[in-house]
């Protein structure tokens, strides 16, 4: 199923409150294909799963009304956050074409439940990072839900111009001055992320564009993964589709260039146009 890329990322936002309607069985059966068939510049192999939540008993604190999730695992290697976050992204822009609604859970559930509906096997470096349930979006969101919005700032977006460079982090560009490159960094402008921290900063220099990570360490420093690497795997989905979505062909690059940045910034990856 085509559909209009720009438009469900500008559409989608998080929802934890549903209406209290079952999933139509072909809208799943949709989903279930779209996830057998996700892939990410990485090579990296992430395994989804569509979980029945009264059958595996999964349930989170923050939610109203669901009754479905879709997990996933992945091997924790190197690049693995980003190759997570960029299917992850993909399957959430595919359900809001659907008409289903999502919201990405790392912690606010019973981590123990999903884990053991998605038998991530711990001995083989197997780990969750995320979880959303998907479904109908309620008319109306519940306290909790507004509230939870509300402390994030969950409808605010930093300023284009503080993410966006020109050859290095001494010159910032506004959208009109992007280029080639404007509506795909207007896009990685508008995606979701970590409590909204909206961690990505992007140096465009000549065909390429350079993406760097603003390092929060509470976000960084997890357990089972760096939380603000699947925010970027996030952020180079939104680019590359857009690219591709826009007829330009551009392929990822993992080779840090010479550039001087601040201290709290880590470099991520590339894209170059072909």
């Known amino acids: 199923m085509e559909y209009d890329l720009k438009a469900m990322i500008r559409q989608r936002r998080s929802v934890r409150t549903f209406k209290k309607e079952p999933v139509k069985p072909e809208t799943l059966q949709k989903l279930e294909a779209y996830l057998q068939q996700l892939d990410n510049p990485f090579g990296i192999p992430v395994e ?41 992204e993909k399957f959430c822009l595919y359900a809001e074409a659907l008409g289903l609604a999502t919201v990405m859970l790392a912690s606010t559930m019973d981590r123990p439940a999903f884990e053991k509906a998605m038998e991530v096997d711990n001995d083989a470096a197997e780990v969750m990072m995320l979880v959303s349930p998907i479904g109908y979006k309620a008319e109306k969101m519940s306290v909790r839900e507004t ?12 300023d284009f111009e503080k993410i966006c460079f ?44 350079h993406f760097y990570k603003n390092i929060v360490p509470q976000l960084t420093n997890r357990p089972l993964c760096d939380i603000q690497k699947v925010d970027m795997g996030i952020a ?36 170059e146009i072909s």
């Open 166 to 209: 020109a050859d290095s982090f001494d010159k910032s560009v506004c959208y009109e001055q992007a280029g080639i490159f404007a509506d795909a960094v207007e896009m990685v402008h508008l995606a979701p992320s970590a409590i909204n921290n909206q961690p990505w900063r992007l140096v465009l220099a000549g065909d390429k564009v």
């Open 48 to 88: 989804f799963r569509i979980l029945d939540a009264k059958q595996y008993s999964l349930t989170s604190p923050v939610l109203v009304g669901e009754s479905v999730y879709v997990g996933a695992k992945v091997k924790h290697i190197p690049q693995s956050e980003l190759a997570f976050g960029y299917e992850f």
């Open 236 to 271: 180079l989905a939104h680019f590359e589709l857009t690219m591709s979505a826009e007829g330009k062909t551009c392929r990822l690059i993992i080779e840090e260039p010479p550039l001087s940045h601040p201290e709290n910034l880590e470099y991520i990856a590339s894209y």
């Open 147 to 158: 509230m939870m919005r509300k402390s994030v700032k969950g409808d605010e977006r930093m």
